[in-house]
């Protein structure tokens, strides 16, 4: 079984046909997924996608673009929907220097806001950090989240995952490992350890190969998983294996031998 931790589902590029991508994903060994919001309206739609489906699960916040249209009545409805049993993070969260979309100032402001109410929810962060590497890190060295988090599709060199392990977070890794130029992201795919790695899509962006430049679903997420596992010179079944343990460390709202059953009906089986 394998987790991708990060989708967009409601992008238009997927929802339009949503039930054929997810029974592809399915067939293709991805059967949990957890679907990301990055402002109010596609937060709230993140948490009724996780209502209709069990495998589904939902993270609501506020990306740095839209940082600067975020205000009082954003933040209520996102402490709202946070305490919904089937959000597992606040995110996604962070820094994007690369389309600076939102002046940096708030941007830098509104990620270290998320963070103090992710701490008062009791879920841990998903962090974008896009060319804003050295911010990201300063501003979590000051105000670490108290239920730590996951810096997704992680770009970063080792240096920096090295100061990232130390501070207890976890790594999620997409489409990119697959590319030709992905130097990088191989030297700490091949160096962190193996409890703290994750995956993800982050469809409909991000593709791995033979996929690239063309439209990203959560099944491509076993094309990500495989590259993973002839990196680390493990079988697949090894990495969906620790990635799902993983999943259970980082999201401590998932109950461990939850069912499809979902998590609300406190029965347990014999
Ligand atoms: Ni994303």
Redesign the pocket.
């Known amino acids: 079984m394998i987790w991708d931790v990060?989708?967009?589902l409601n992008d238009p590029r997927l929802a339009g046909e949503l039930e054929a991508v997810l029974a592809r994903a399915r067939a293709a060994g991805v059967e949990r997924i957890v679907n990301?919001g990055?402002d109010g309206d596609s937060s709230a739609a993140s948490v009724a996608l996780a209502e209709k489906y069990d495998f589904i699960y939902a993270a609501v916040g506020v990306?740095p673009h839209d940082a600067a249209g975020a205000g009082p009545q954003t933040w209520d409805r996102l402490r709202d929907l946070a305490r919904h049993p089937k959000v597992l993070a606040w995110?996604?969260i962070g820094l994007d220097y690369y389309r600076d979309l939102s002046p940096r100032d708030i941007q830098r402001r509104v990620f270290t806001e998320q963070i103090e109410m992710a701490d008062e929810a009791g879920l841990p962060i998903?962090i974008?950090d896009r060319d804003a590497h050295g911010d990201v890190l300063a501003v979590v060295c000051e105000r670490p989240p108290a239920h730590g988090g996951v810096f997704?599709?992680y770009s970063g060199s080792w240096e920096m995952a090295r100061e990232v392990l130390r501070l207890g977070f976890y790594l999620s890794f997409s489409g990119p490992i697959t590319y030709r130029n992905a130097r990088q992201a191989l030297e700490v795919l091949a160096k962190a350890p193996a409890d703290r790695l994750l995956l993800?899509t982050?469809c409909p962006?991000l593709p791995p190969e033979p996929h690239r430049g063309k439209r990203n679903e959560p099944a491509y997420a076993a094309l990500t998983a495989a590259k993973m596992a002839e990196l680390r010179n493990v079988s697949l079944e090894e990495i969906s294996r620790i990635t799902t343990e993983n999943v259970y460390r980082v999201f401590t709202r998932l109950q461990p031998g939850e069912t499809d059953a979902g998590m609300d009906s406190g029965i347990k089986p014999e």
Do not use: P, T
Request: proline share 0%; net charge negative.
């Open positions: 990060h989708a967009h990301i990055f990306h995110g996604e998903v974008h997704h599709s993800e982050d962006y």
